[in-house]
C-alpha cells in the first residue's frame, strides 16, 4: 500500500530510463517516489486533472547571500567599465565582501530569505548556496552558517559550498591567503560540518591550477566533494583540472577548449553554464555547447545569483538565456535545471528525476509542455509545488 497516489498527472519524470510522458499516475510512499506511471493502492487520492509533472527544479549555482549591492557599479559598467577593470581598482568582490563583514548571521538570513523564496516560488526544490564574500575564516564560517540556517528555515534542500578561494583579500597575496584558506579555514568549516562542497574561482584574476591541486588534496582527505569556477573570464585549464580530480562540476567554461571538453569526456563531472552572468556582464564569448553535446558531457544551468556578476533571480530566465544566447535545445535545457543540476550538486542519485527511490520532489504546471518553461520570459509559475510529496 502506498501513501497517496497522484492521477491525471501529465508526467515527464526526466528519468532518461523512463520513456513515458503521457497522462498517468505517480506515487509516493514515505516522502519519496514509489511508483511511477502504472495505478496503485494508496490510502489517499489527489487528482492533478492533467497538468504536466516534473521534477523539482534545481538551482545548483547560486552566491545568493550577500549583502549591500552593486547597483552603482552596473552602472559604471554601462559607461564602458569592465568587470575585471572594477575588480582591479577595488570595486567588485571586495565591496560586498565588506558589506558582509560588517552584517551579523542574522542580518545575512533577512536579506536572503526572499530571494530564495522567489527561486521556491518557481519550483525551485534543491539550491546551492556558497559562501565566499567572507575571505576570512570568522565571516566565512558567518556565512555558512547563514547558510545552514536557510536549510532549516525553508522547506527545501539547502547546500552550503565554501567558497573562500573566491577572492584574494586586500594586502595578502595569493599564496599566503591559499596557505590559509587550505590549512586553517577549510579544515576549521569541515569540522563545523558547515560545507557539502569546496570550490575555488581559478581565473587570471583569482586563483591557478596549482592552487586547485591543492585545496583538491585537502578537500579529498576531508571527505568533500569539489567544484570549480573554470574558464569564466580567461582560459587556465581550471576545467580539464577538475575533472580530472573528479569535481562534481566545473561552472561557467565560457573559455573551455577542445582539451577541457575532452578531459570533461572522461569524467563525470557536469559542465554547469550561468548564462545569466554572460548576459549580465555583456560577454561575447560563448561555451562550447556544440563539442560539449558531441561528447556526451551532461550540461546543467544555474542562476549564479549574486550581486556582482548576474543579479538574477530566476532559474527560469537562465534556462531561457541558456537556450537563446548558448544554444541548448528546449529539452537540454529542462534537463539542466533538473537532472543534471541536481547531479552537480551532489543529488544524483536523490533529487532532479521523477523515479522510485527518489526524494518526491514535483512541480505541476498549467503549461501544455516542457518547452514552455523556456518559451515565456519571466512569470511562469508552478501551480503547486511538492516536497518529499508534501504541497508547499
Ligand atoms: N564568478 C562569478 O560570476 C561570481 N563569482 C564568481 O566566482 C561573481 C561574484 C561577484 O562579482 O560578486
Ligand atoms: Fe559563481
Known sequence: ????????????????????????????????????????????????????????????????????????????????????????????????????RRSSEEELVELALPRARTLIRE????????????????????????????????PIRVRATFLGAHAIPPGRTRARYMDEV?????????????????DIFVER???????????????????????VHAEQLSSMGGTAAGARLGALSCDHLEYADERDVAALAESDTVAVLLPGAFY????????????????????????????????????????????????LTAMEAVQAITRHGAAAMGLGHSAGCIAPGRSADFTVWDLPSPEHLVYQLGGLYPVQVYVEGEPL
Not at 559604471?76 to 565588506?98: K, N
Not at 546551492?128 to 556565512?143: H, N, P, W
Open 205 to 227: 584574476i583569482g586563483f591557478g591550477v596549482d592552487d586547485l591541486d591543492r585545496l583538491a588534496a585537502r578537500a579529498a582527505e576531508l571527505g568533500l566533494p569539489l567544484r
Open 182 to 198: 587550505v590549512e586553517e579555514m577549510l579544515p576549521a568549516v569541515a569540522d563545523a560540518g558547515l560545507a557539502d562542497s569546496v
Open 1 to 100: 500500500m502506498h501513501d497517496v497516489i497522484f492521477e491525471n498527472a501529465r508526467l515527464y519524470p526526466m528519468d532518461p530510463g523512463v520513456q513515458l510522458s503521457g497522462v498517468g499516475c505517480l506515487a509516493v510512499t514515505d516522502g519519496r517516489f514509489s511508483a511511477v506511471g502504472e495505478d496503485v493502492p494508496a490510502s489517499r487520492r489527489v487528482d492533478l486533472d492533467g497538468r504536466m509533472v516534473l521534477p523539482g527544479l534545481v538551482d545548483c549555482h547560486t552566491h545568493l547571500v550577500f549583502a549591500g549591492d552593486r547597483a552603482a557599479e552596473h552602472a559604471l559598467r554601462l559607461t564602458g567599465a569592465s568587470y575585471e577593470e572594477i575588480a582591479r581598482s577595488g570595486g567588485g568582490i571586495l565591496s560586498t565582501v565588506e558589506a558582509v
Open 123 to 154: 519550483g525551485v526544490t534543491a539550491l546551492e548556496i556558497k559562501s565566499g564574500y567572507g575571505l576570512d575564516l570568522a565571516t566565512e564560517l558567518k556565512m555558512l552558517r547563514a547558510i545552514r540556517r536557510l536549510d532549516e528555515m525553508l
Open 280 to 327: 549580465f556582464l555583456r560577454e561575447t564569448r560563448r561555451p562550447p555547447v556544440e563539442a560539449l553535446r558531441r561528447a556526451d558531457v551532461r550540461m546543467a544551468v544555474a542562476s549564479d545569483f549574486n550581486p556582482g556578476s548576474s543579479p538574477v533571480a530566476s532559474l527560469l530566465i537562465s534556462a531561457h538565456l541558456a537556450c537563446t544566447l548558448f544554444g
